[in-house]
């Protein structure tokens, strides 16, 4: 099976503009999960959808949305970009079960440098 | 709100010798699960080890073993016989049952030591 995957793998943008970042999950896997993670900061989770649902959110500012599609597939997107928006971008996919554990599958994530 | 912590910026060790990283977190809740992470040079995170709160037999996975004590919450993760290839940032991370809102540490950047 494909792992997960994320593209671009690398972004160069500058303040003020928007970015889309996509992520597709491991074929099966209908939860999908972003993280951005920066020195210091470690990973700070921002959503997380299931069935094109956004079923919980991060503590970051509406400039940061996302949407899931009826194929799992997943896009986040960054407006009015910030240079604090520099960072690893991760995406994470799980496949939903009896459990309410269910171990995340991450991406090798996106690089974005905003100038 | 939770919180989980490492307080362990970096850490070396001697190739074939043994490390412990350390984690704390903090929850008022009873039903959760721990884990470790590792995240190689190239980025692509893999889980290392899992704990169920609710479990107090320690975790064991090969080289990999955690010590958790609930009441102190702490879940410190040893690794054994250490390998150039354990070389990583370690993240330790909480999730609350029942959610799917991971909270992870800030991460310990692992040295091995040929």
């Known amino acids: 099976k494909a792992g997960v995957t994320q593209t671009p793998r690398y972004l160069i943008k500058t303040r003020g503009q928007q970015v889309t970042l996509s992520c597709s999950p491991i074929?099966?896997?209908?939860?999908v999960s972003w993280y951005q993670q920066t020195p210091g900061q470690g990973l700070q989770f921002l959503f997380e959808?299931?069935?094109?649902?956004?079923?919980n959110k991060g503590n970051f500012p509406g400039r940061f949305s996302g949407r899931q599609f009826s194929n799992s597939r997943s896009e986040m997107n960054v407006s009015t970009l910030e240079l604090g928006d520099s960072a690893l971008y991760l995406c994470?996919?799980?496949?939903?079960?009896?459990?309410?554990?269910?171990?995340?599958?991450f991406g090798p994530g996106t690089r974005l440098t905003v100038l | 709100a939770q919180t989980v912590t490492q307080s362990q910026p970096e850490m070396s060790v001697q190739e074939a010798e043994t490390v412990t990283l350390s984690c704390t977190y903090d929850?008022?809740?009873?039903?959760?699960?721990l884990f470790w992470y590792k995240q190689p040079p190239s980025r692509q995170m893999i889980l290392v080890i899992r704990?169920?709160?609710?479990?107090?037999q320690n975790a064991t996975e090969n080289r990999f073993s955690v010590n958790f004590q609930k009441a102190a919450k702490s879940f410190s993760l040893k690794i054994s016989d250490s390998q150039l290839g354990d070389a990583a940032m370690y993240f330790c991370?909480?999730?609350?049952?029942?959610?799917?809102?991971?909270?992870f540490g800030t991460g310990t950047r692992l040295k091995v030591l040929a």
């Open positions: 994470a996919s799980s496949l939903p079960g009896q459990s309410s554990y269910n171990e995340q599958f």
């Open positions: 074929s099966g896997h209908r939860s």
């Open positions: 959808y299931f069935s094109e649902t956004q079923r």
């Open positions: 929850t008022s809740e009873s039903d959760y699960y």
């Open positions: 704990q169920e709160a609710y479990k107090q």
């Open positions: 991370a909480y999730l609350r049952s029942g959610t799917y809102k991971y909270i």
